[in-house]
């Protein structure tokens, strides 16, 4: 099945810069925040925050995630196809909840998910990630273990960290209540895994192949690691994450061609 790509990949790229820079997006009209309603901090929204430390309770987390902008249901699936406009490359990435769970080093017990990325059916980075939701319904992002292949084979691991080892600390796939100028870090492993979130708005329209969504939670992605990289993230209410655009550092788009929830 073909990635449909609406737009040139300039195109796309200038209307995100654009409407990024006023604070509003696309026809679903997120607002900027203002004075009198200012965007959340990380002493107002209790979110983790570059290499911060946290200290999280277990008793506090559940393997049941339910936050509406990515349910992760055991035995839901999720296929992307990822399309490299710069070298027509294409690969197909399968995300699988699993009926697993792992006690992490922090003590949270944590779901584990499946990530499987492939080119012409040929690995190309194979992940297991690790995830848990607090009691207010944000999804934390507890670690990963992930291979990077070349030509098949197992070429690296870099990027693995698990939350309590090593000074890596968890961070936030998907805040319980997201507004536009919240900020989190996804993860902390120094020199390894630094990404980091925004949310630019809480009320986009956005068409994978899959189908179309309104109010979707967009995101800004950055990593200190690779300043020039940047991403915008596209969340759908009860089906999760259906489209990545990446703007700078590269020009990949990913989008959700089908879903199935457990």
Known sequence: MSVRIRKPVAAVIGILAATFALGACGNGGGSKSTSADPAPTAATSGLPQGSEPVKLDPADFTTQIDNPYWPMKPGSRWVYREVNPEDLSVED???????????????????????????????????????????????????????????????????????????????????????????????????????????????????PPFGHFKHALMTKDTNPLEPKVLEFKFYARDVGPVSTVGVSGGSKIEELVSYKAG
Do not use: C, H
């Open 93 to 207: 990435v399968v995300v699988k909840v699993t009926n697993r769970t792992k006690k992490m080093a922090n003590g949270i017990d944590a779901r584990v998910v499946s990530d499987f990325v492939s080119e012409n059916g040929v690995p190309t980075e194979v992940t297991t990630d690790y995830y848990a939701q607090d009691a207010a319904g944000n999804i934390w992002y507890l670690g990963e273990q992930t291979t990077e292949y070349a030509n098949g084979k197992p070429k690296t691991t870099a990027g693995s960290f698990e939350a309590g080892v090593d000074g890596a600390q968890a961070g936030i796939a998907v805040p319980a209540d997201p507004k536009p100028g919240l900020t989190y870090r996804q993860e902390y492993y120094a020199g390894q895994a630094e990404d980091r979130g925004e949310v630019v708005s809480v009320d986009e329209q956005v068409e």
